[in-house]
């Protein structure tokens, strides 16, 4: 089975503050690390189930996963039916969010590409 991937408004905030937050040291590394990520975030089309159930999951009170890229970014995100949804895009070290800030975007609203 195929999935189809949609990524929130908030997911690519993340991933374009992070990279520029790369560029500014490492401007050569910051596009293969932009790029690397969406390429990572590609293969969430097929078994996305692989990935484990995130600490999230139970101050939003529903199943969130999460995916680990170049061991310091964790990519959360759900499936529902054949949808995968990235809502958000955290550093290793950043804290574990909190209820308000998972949901302060409207996730509803987010467009589907075929």
């Known amino acids: ?30 596009a293969n690390w932009f790029n690397g990520l969406f390429d990572t975030i590609d293969t969430l089309a097929s078994m996305p189930r692989r990935c484990p159930v995130a600490p999230e999951t139970q101050i939003v009170e529903q199943e969130i996963r999460c995916l680990v890229y170049k061991k310091r970014y964790r990519i959360l995100y759900s499936i529902e039916d054949d949808i995968v949804t990235i809502y958000h895009i955290r550093h290793t070290s950043q804290q574990s969010m909190t209820r308000e800030e998972f949901l302060k975007e409207p996730y509803n609203d987010i467009d589907v590409e075929d």
């Open 1 to 30: 089975m195929t999935y189809r991937v949609r990524i929130s408004p908030t997911a690519l905030a993340d991933a374009e503050g992070f990279y520029l937050w790369i560029r500014e040291s490492t401007p050569t590394y910051a």
